[in-house]
């Protein structure tokens, strides 16, 4: 177990870093949160900037991660992620440095956060409809959004990423929509299938629609093709669309999970490490980091903590367990 980088028992090398830095959100996506929201975090229990910095410095440094994704709840309501993108950005090696969030806020902060280092953004839009848009996040903030995405790309924050998830009877007519509305503007679509992570246990397979499905209704408008090259750690399969260059991404990770290949440890916002999304076990650097432990004591738990990652997430297997943290409080 011993040796520099994140070796799993299985032999995977973890190198991609995914950081919440809160758990809380201003939207409400019905597959992610209940109406009233969740138990947020107390502040003291979230990790400050500085902390933050720390730990990503540690994971950089002394454990070979290479490319950091902060992501939440919704990473946006940090007011000092351009400070901690900063922090991360004078690291060196620098990793590349990207950012999942549903857009609310991005206009605003797109272009200091470019300027604080920030390579890369996802934005989360599940639907181009007003009014199922408000359905669906329970709040009706669509051009919000739209106006996120815009600015990401004007300042250099690209490719820009869309994120979307498709539920059944809800939004699966818009998967053709979707990726016009992408292709047009400039943005590289990603579906993802629907994950028993929801804080209400309310996942059923049956309402999810399939990586199959998807491609499915994309071939009724598109002519796809799998993209030459190797998928490596990526979840996303890619498929040139009528030709190419232009392509769409299809995250299977239940029906087609990428878990043997997969390079990711997580991070959250009140400093857990977690090996996996559905791992049942975390752990405690931010009671070690506040106990005045050492660069090298807390790369040590790191790794022990990467070393028992399971081999995959078994959500077919029937003793599956959906784990105690819902999706917004691990970081998608
Ligand atoms: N709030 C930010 C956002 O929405 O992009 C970042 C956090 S959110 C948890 C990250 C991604 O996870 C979003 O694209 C969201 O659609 C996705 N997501 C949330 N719950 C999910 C679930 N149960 N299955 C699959 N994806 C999910
Ligand atoms: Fe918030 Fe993202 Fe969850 Fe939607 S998916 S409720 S935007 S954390």
């Known amino acids: 177990m011993t040796g520099l980088g994140l070796l799993d028992s299985f032999g995977r090398v973890a190198t991609d870093l995914r950081v919440s830095l809160i758990d809380k959100c201003n939207l409400r996506c019905t597959y992610c949160m209940p109406a009233e929201g969740l138990d947020w975090l107390a502040k003291p229990e979230l990790l400050t900037g500085a902390e933050f910095v720390r ?3 540690i994971a950089v440094h002394e454990l070979g991660v290479t490319d950091v994704r902060f992501t939440g709840g919704e990473p946006l309501l940090r007011r000092d992620l351009p400070e901690i993108v900063a922090g991360v950005a004078a690291l060196t090696p620098r990793p590349r440095i990207a950012l999942t969030t549903n857009g609310i806020g991005l206009a605003k902060v797109a272009d200091a956060l470019a300027a604080a280092g920030l390579d890369r953004v996802n934005v989360s839009l599940d639907t181009l409809r007003a009014e199922r848009f408000a359905r669906i996040t ?3 903030r669509l051009p919000d959004v739209l106006a996120g995405l815009r600015a990401a790309q004007q300042a250099g924050l690209g490719p820009v990423k869309v994120n979307s998830v498709l539920l059944r009877g809800i939004n699966e007519d818009e998967a053709a929509p979707l990726l016009r509305f992408c292709l047009a503007a400039g943005y590289q679509l990603r579906f993802i299938e629907q994950m028993p992570l929801d804080p209400q246990h309310g996942w059923d397979r049956s309402a999810m629609v399939t ?9 009724q408008d598109f002519e796809l093709t799998p993209e030459p090259g190797e998928r490596g750690s990526a979840p996303a399969e890619r498929w040139l669309v009528n030709g190419g260059p232009d392509t769409v991404g299809v995250i299977g990770s239940v029906t087609r999970p990428f878990c043997a290949d997969c390079a990711r440890t997580r991070l959250t916002a009140d400093g857990q490490v977690r090996s996996c999304l559905f791992a049942h076990t975390e752990t405690d650097l931010r009671a070690a980091l506040r106990g005045g432990a050492g660069d090298a ?3 040590e738990l790191w790794r022990k903590a990467m070393w028992a990652k399971p081999a995959g997430h078994g959500i077919d297997r029937p003793e599956f367990a959906q784990p105690d943290r819902p999706m917004s409080a691990i970081g998608g």
């Open 55 to 57: 730990l990503i410095g």
């Open 138 to 140: 329970r709040r009706d």
């Open 211 to 219: 990586a199959e499905e998807i491609l499915g209704l994309l071939r």
């Open 297 to 299: 004591e807390l790369a």
